[in-house]
C-alpha cells in the first residue's frame, strides 16, 4: 500500500479535521492537502504512492461530478472516498456507480468518519444503506456497465475533451478511442458527441441546486 494519502476540501478547518482523522486511522501515512481539484490533480500526478484520495464534492473549480471523474481518469486505480455535505439521495449512488469507494457525510462525526476511513482503508465500501439497496437510473446502469477502459473514455468525453487529447493521455491510437467511443455511444442509445454530453448532463450538475 502507498503512504500517502491526499485530502481534497476547500475549507480549512474541514480539511483539517479530515487531516486528524486520516493521521489517527494511518498514522505510516503522510497528508497531502488541497483546496481545489486543480491543486488536487497535481499532487496526485507528483505523488506515485496514493493510498486513497478524500474528496469534497464542492471544490470551487469543479461542478457535479467532474472532480471524482477528473481524478478517477488521472488515477483510477486510486480509492476514491467522496466527502460532503449535499444530502441529495441520488449522489451516493452516482458516486458509486463513477467508481467511488465511499460516501460520507460531513454531518457526521469525525469519529463515524475515522470508523468508516478504517473500514476504507480494510478495502471495504462505506455508502448509505438507501444507496446501497436503490434502484440506479438508466444512466447509472449504463456507466456502470462499461468495461474500465471504456470508463476513461467516457470521464474523458464529460470533460469535453477531444479524441486526440483523450489519445494521448489514456496511451492508446485515436482509432482505439473512436472505437470506445462507438460502444458508449450504442450504450447510452445516442449517435455523436454532442448528444452523449447531453445524456451525461446529470453527472456534471450542481449538486448543491
Do not use: Y
Request: charge should be positive; proline fraction near 6%.
Amino acid at each position: 500500500m502507498g503512504k500517502r494519502i491526499l485530502v481534497a476540501d476547500d475549507h480549512p478547518l474541514s480539511r483539517e479535521g479530515l487531516s486528524m482523522a486520516v493521521r489517527h486511522i494511518f498514522p505510516d501515512c503522510s497528508v497531502l492537502a488541497a483546496g481545489t481539484i486543480a491543486e488536487a490533480e497535481r499532487l496526485a500526478g507528483q505523488h506515485g504512492d496514493l493510498r486513497l484520495v478524500l474528496l469534497d464534492l464542492l471544490l470551487p473549480d469543479t461542478h457535479g461530478f467532474s472532480g471524482l471523474i477528473r481524478l478517477r481518469l488521472l488515477r483510477p486505480a486510486v480509492p476514491i472516498a467522496i466527502i460532503t455535505a449535499c444530502r441529495d439521495p441520488d449522489l451516493p449512488v452516482t458516486a458509486r456507480d463513477l467508481g467511488a469507494i465511499a460516501f460520507l457525510a460531513k454531518a457526521t462525526s469525525l469519529d463515524q468518519i475515522a470508523d468508516a476511513l478504517r473500514k476504507v482503508g480494510e478495502g471495504h465500501e462505506v455508502f448509505p444503506p438507501t444507496a446501497k439497496n436503490a434502484d440506479s437510473g438508466p444512466l447509472r446502469d449504463q456507466i456502470a456497465n462499461l468495461s474500465q477502459a471504456q470508463r476513461k473514455v467516457l470521464f474523458a468525453l464529460a470533460e469535453g475533451h477531444a479524441n486526440k487529447r483523450i489519445a494521448h493521455e489514456l496511451a492508446v491510437t485515436e482509432a482505439t478511442v473512436k472505437a470506445h467511443l462507438t460502444t458508449i455511444f450504442r450504450r447510452l442509445g445516442v449517435t455523436n458527441r454532442m448528444q452523449a454530453m447531453l445524456v451525461l448532463q446529470p453527472l456534471l450538475r450542481d449538486p448543491a441546486a
